[in-house]
Nanobody
Framework: QVQLVESGGGLVQAGDSLRVSCAAS????????MGWFRQAPGKEREFVAA????????YYADSVKGRFAISRDNAKNTVYLQMNSLKPEDTAVYYC?????????????????WGQGTQVTVSS
């Protein structure tokens, strides 16, 4: 089992950058595929990005490709989401998630563990 705690959210202006982090407990962090999802008010939770166990493979939603970058530091049990050129439509609660089996995936239901989320608000 793994516990996930997100941090780094906040209020920024359109065009700004922000990095959110997710710290994981336990000694098996490197055995999990990690993902970032987001949920805006009144909308379903949607996939943002995912990264393989070794950090060598990444996958992004079309809406953030070229603007966001996911990375991980297995020595620090942490996964990051660097968000650049932020837009008001990026406003959401951002969640990290851990997937114990299989390869990276955008499918929410395949992720076993979730953090509590961190709010990112982008003003226009």
């Amino acid at each position: 089992q793994v516990q996930l705690v997100e941090s780094g959210g906040g209020l920024v202006q359109a065009g700004d950058s922000l990095r959110v982090s997710c710290a994981a407990s336990g000694r098996t962090f490197s055995s999990y595929v990690m993902g970032w999802f987001r949920q805006a008010p009144g909308k379903e939770r949607e996939f943002v990005a995912a990264i393989s166990r070794a950090g060598t493979v990444t996958y992004y939603a079309d809406s953030v490709k070229g603007r966001f970058a996911i990375s991980r530091d297995n020595a620090k049990n942490t996964v990051y989401l660097q968000m650049n050129s932020l837009k008001p439509e990026d406003t959401a609660v951002y969640y990290c998630a851990a997937k114990s089996a299989g390869q990276i995936s955008p499918r929410r239901m395949e992720y076993d563990y979730w953090g509590q989320g961190t709010q990112v608000t982008v003003s226009s």
